[in-house]
Each structure stands twice: as C-alpha cells, then as structure tokens.
C-alpha cells in the first residue's frame, strides 16, 4: 500500500506561496488517485485537490486559480502548489492516497497564514 509523507508547510504572509510535496512510498503509487485535503480547528476535513493517476485534476473553488496539484511519478512524489494564500487557508494540510487496495493518509503539515 502507498504510505504518504507530506512536508512543505509552515508561516507565509497573506498573499504568499507555498509549496507542499507528499512523498510515498510503495510500489503502486502511479496507480493511485492522491489528494490534498484540509482540517482548521472546528472545521471538517475538506478536499482541496485531486489528481488521478492518468493526472485529470480537480478543486474546489475555494482555491481555484490559486492552488495547483501537479504528480511526479518516477519520483513517488505530488505536489500542491499554493498562490495567494489567504488567512482561511490556514489549516493542517494531508496527503491521501486512494487506489483499488485501499486508502491511506499522512501524519499531515500545518500551514499557518498570517502577518
């Protein structure tokens, strides 16, 4: 199974970029969807971004035009590329990795969004 590493996150001013990688390990990793979704305090876990393993992406609007999911396969890699980055973008980020064996998250990264 694809086990996700995330990393990348921590304190940008509003207006900022980050950019997040998840690595993962496992051999079927070309063969999963991956995502990045999002937790602020006293909010549900919400998606972010999508991807799938033929590399069709997905967003919700709330970041449309500002964030970018891009994969790297020979690397075990996908990437979340965020622009414009506003204090309600502050949350723990995580990676997940979905395929026909199953489901896995990361330990997460926190992202903080302030001046």
């Known amino acids: 199974q694809v086990q996700p590493v995330e990393s990348g996150g921590g304190l940008v001013q509003p207006g900022g970029s980050l950019r997040l990688s998840c690595a993962a390990s496992g051999r079927i990793f070309s063969m999963s969807a991956m995502g990045w979704y999002r937790q602020a305090p006293g909010k549900e876990r919400e998606l972010v971004a999508h991807i799938t393993s033929g590399g069709t992406t997905n967003y919700p609007d709330s970041v449309k035009g500002r964030f970018t999911i891009s994969r790297d396969n020979a690397k075990n890699t996908v990437y979340l590329q965020m622009n414009s980055l506003k204090p309600e973008d502050t949350a723990v980020y995580y990676c997940?990795?979905?395929?026909?064996?199953?489901?896995?998250w990361g330990q997460g990264t926190q992202v903080t969004v302030s001046s």
């Open positions: 997940n990795a979905r395929n026909l064996w199953g489901e896995s």
